[in-house]
C-alpha cells in the first residue's frame, strides 16, 4: 500500500463518527419494489393511502446494503455421532416439500408484497371458527375481500357485510375436485384447473397488476361456481367443477348462507320502510295493510346539499320521506330594488319560509290531483329519502289514493300574497337590526383609533422585554 492510499483509508477511518452504522451501497431491486408500491401518491393519485405509506415505511430501510459484522471464530468441537442414512421415501418426502415450496412461491410471485400479506391475514382468520373470530378481526375479513374483483362482482356491499360474519374457509388436497353447483368460491391459495367451460356469467376477472398467467389455471383470487336457483339441471355441461393442481386454500360460500342473508336484508329494509312511513304524521293513523302498499313501493334515493329537489311551478316526480337531514322551503317574491340615480328595477328574490324535518314528507298531493308546488324545496344538507314515483303512486288502487287525500296536506297549500310580503319585511327589519348592532359595536371598540390587532391591542407575549441599550449599574 503506498502511503497515499494509507493517508485516504486513515482519513476515511477517521470521518467516521463511532456508535453510527454506515450503509455501503443502494439494493436497487429494494428500491424498483418501493418504488412500485400500489397506493403511492402520484400525478394520477393525489393522496398516498395509509396502507401504502405503512408499507414505504416498513420497507424504506432495506434499500440500504449494511455491513457484514465479522463475529470471532468459534473453535470447532469434535464429537463422535452414529449418523442414520435416510430412506429412499424420506428423500422423496424432502423433495416433494421442496416443490411445494417452489410452487407457492411461483403463485405469489405476481401478487403484490401488501397484498400477500393481507392474504395472509386472512387465511390466519378463516382459519378460526365464525363463532371464535372477534370484531375486529370480522372487520378485517369484510375490509380485505372487497379488494377481490371476483367477490365484489356476486355481492352488494351489504351483502359482503353480513357474509364475512360467517364466511368459512376449506382445504382441498392435490387432485381433489370441488363441484360449485351450489355454492360460490374463491381460490387464497394454490392452483387449480377448470374442467367444464366458463360462461359468461361465471367469467373469470384477472388483474394485470396481480399476476400474468394462462386463463386455463386458476389461482388465487379467482372465484368459480354459482349460487343462482336455476343451476339444478341434471346436464354435466353446466357444472362448473375444479380439480386442485395441489394443495389449496378456498373460501366458500353456500347457497343457504347466501339466501338467508339476502331475506335478513330485506326484512331489515322492509321494516326501515315501514317505520319511515309511521313516523311522517300524516300516516300516524293508516291501517297496517295500506301502509305495506306504500312500503313496497319505495326505493332509497340520495341527493348532496343545495339539491333543488322540487321547483316552484312544477308537479313533483315523486313522493318523498325524509329518512336523514333537512331541507328548506323557499318562496319567491318579486320586489322592487332601488338604483342609482333614482331608478327601480323589479328583483326576484327567494325566502326561507320554513323547514322539512326528518320523518316529514312531500309531494302527494302534488301528484294525486296534479297541482304544481306552490314553494321550491332544496336540501340544505346531505338528504337521504324514500322516493315512490309518480307513475306508481298514480298506480294505487282507489281507496288508497282517497286516504292519501284525507290524511296528506300540500305544502303552504294556504299561504297568501300578503303573509309572504309581511315574511319578507321582517326578515329585511332583523337584518338590518343586526347590521345596526354590528356598525354600534365597532365604532364603541373602535374609539378614538384603538382597533383589535393594532397598537395597544397588540402585544406578543412570547417575546421577553429587553431593556435598549446598555443596563446602568444599581446603588
Known amino acids: 500500500m503506498s502511503i497515499r492510499a494509507a493517508a485516504l483509508s486513515d482519513r476515511s477511518r477517521a470521518a467516521l463518527t463511532p ?59 469434535i464429537v463422535n455421532r452414529h449418523y442414520k442414512k435416510s430412506s429412499i421415501a424420506e428423500s422423496v418426502s424432502d423433495g416433494h416439500g421442496h416443490m411445494k415450496k417452489l410452487l407457492d412461491r411461483k403463485a ?49 356491499d351489504e351483502e359482503l357485510k353480513q357474509l364475512s360474519d360467517q364466511i368459512m374457509m376449506e382445504s382441498w388436497v392435490k387432485g381433489s375436485t370441488v363441484y360449485g353447483d351450489l355454492a360460490f368460491y374463491m381460490i387464497l391459495k394454490g392452483y387449480a384447473r377448470p374442467h367444464t367451460m366458463v360462461g359468461d356469467k361465471h367469467k373469470v376477472e384477472y388483474h394485470d397488476f396481480w399476476y400474468e398467467k394462462s386463463p386455463e389455471l386458476l389461482t388465487c383470487g379467482d ?17 362448473l367443477s375444479v380439480t386442485t393442481e395441489e394443495r389449496c386454500e378456498i373460501i366458500k ?43 313496497e313501493l319505495i326505493k332509497w334515493k340520495n341527493f348532496p346539499e343545495n339539491h333543488v329537489i322540487v321547483k316552484e311551478g312544477e ?12 331541507c328548506y322551503i323557499f318562496k319567491d317574491i318579486e320586489i322592487l330594488k332601488k338604483l342609482s340615480l333614482g331608478k327601480m328595477q323589479s328583483v326576484v328574490k327567494h325566502i326561507i319560509m320554513g323547514k322539512l324535518q326528518e320523518k316529514e314528507s312531500f309531494g302527494e298531493i302534488s301528484i294525486i290531483l296534479k297541482k304544481p308546488f306552490t ?45 309572504v310580503n309581511n315574511r319578507y319585511i321582517s326578515l329585511e327589519k332583523k337584518k338590518e337590526w343586526q347590521q345596526f348592532k354590528q356598525t354600534v359595536i365597532n365604532q364603541t371598540i373602535s374609539y378614538k383609533g384603538i382597533r383589535p390587532g393594532f397598537g395597544k391591542w397588540k402585544h406578543d407575549w412570547n417575546k ?12
Not at 315 to 326: D, L
Open 223 to 239: 372465484g368459480f361456481g354459482t349460487l343462482s336457483t336455476n343451476s339444478h339441471q341434471k346436464s354435466n355441461n353446466n357444472i
Open 375 to 419: 314553494c321550491s324545496i332544496i336540501s340544505a344538507t346531505k338528504v337521504e329519502l324514500g322516493v315512490i314515483s309518480a307513475a306508481d303512486l298514480q298506480g294505487l288502487d282507489s281507496v288508497n289514493k282517497i286516504l292519501l287525500q284525507q290524511t296528506a296536506q300540500p305544502i303552504l297549500g294556504n299561504l297568501t300574497q300578503e303573509e
Open 464 to 475: 421577553k422585554d429587553r431593556p435598549k441599550g446598555k443596563a446602568t449599574q444599581s446603588f
Open 253 to 295: 360460500i353456500s347457497r343457504g348462507q347466501y339466501e338467508h342473508v339476502k331475506m335478513d336484508l330485506m326484512l331489515r329494509d322492509q321494516s326501515v320502510k315501514e317505520e319511515l312511513i309511521q313516523a311522517c304524521p300524516f300516516y300516524q293513523q293508516w291501517p297496517k295493510l295500506s301502509v305495506n302498499k306504500l312500503v
Open 108 to 156: 405469489m410471485e405476481y401478487i403484490p408484497v401488501h397484498f400477500q400479506k393481507k392474504i395472509k391475514i386472512l387465511i390466519k382468520i378463516l382459519k378460526k371458527l365464525p363463532f371464535h373470530r372477534s370484531h375486529s378481526e370480522r372487520l378485517n375479513t369484510y375490509k380485505i375481500l372487497r379488494l377481490f374483483p371476483a367477490v365484489n362482482s356476486q355481492f352488494t
Open 19 to 77: 456508535g453510527i452504522q454506515y450503509f455501503l451501497g443502494i439494493e436497487y431491486n429494494n428500491l424498483e419494489k418501493l418504488c412500485n408500491i400500489c397506493g403511492l401518491q402520484s400525478r394520477y393519485n393525489p393522496h398516498t393511502t395509509p396502507e401504502a405509506h405503512r408499507e414505504f415505511l416498513q420497507t424504506y430501510q432495506s434499500i440500504f446494503i449494511q455491513p457484514t459484522t465479522v463475529l470471532p471464530m468459534i473453535p470447532e468441537l
Open 315 to 326: 308537479i313533483s316526480s315523486f313522493a318523498g320521506y325524509i329518512k336523514s337531514g333537512y
